[in-house]
């Protein structure tokens, strides 16, 4: 009798630490899934702001393109304006002797 009742403690013991580790695998997968799904959550908001920033340089560069393209313009009117300008002056031969334009100083004070 003193057998069988060691048996059934036996078991009802090993019954017990069966659950305990399985309870402990069970809380052990829950915090896995949980780093899993917050790592997931991170990678999503990464991406979001790659994509915004990778929109913002987008932005950017579109709108300096447009800025360069419209001063090669203005550029290309200033110099036909220039050169315009010169042969007016070249033209006009008032002493008899050419005129000629000197460069334009980048001194503030002439």
């Known amino acids: ?3 069988l009742y060691f048996l059934l403690f036996l078991l009802i013991l090993g019954c017990n630490s069966n659950n305990v ?4 695998n069970d809380e052990k997968i829950n915090k896995i899934d949980s780093i899993l799904n917050q790592s997931k959550q991170n990678l999503i908001s990464v991406d979001r702001a790659n994509q915004k920033g990778d929109s913002s340089i987008n932005q950017k560069v579109e ?3 447009k800025q ?3 001063l090669k313009t203005e550029v290309k009117q ?3 304006e220039n050169n315009a ?3 007016k002056l ?8 050419p ?3 000197l460069p334009v100083s980048d001194d503030k004070d002439n």
Not at 21 to 24: F, H, L, Q, Y
Not at 90 to 97: F, L, T, V
């Open 1 to 3: 009798m003193k057998t």
């Open 21 to 24: 580790s399985k309870i402990e």
């Open 63 to 65: 709108k300096t393109v």
């Open 68 to 70: 360069i393209t419209t």
């Open 78 to 80: 200033l110099k036909a």
């Open 85 to 87: 300008l010169k042969d």
């Open 90 to 97: 070249n033209d006009a031969n008032d002493a008899g002797k």
């Open 99 to 101: 005129f000629k334009l």
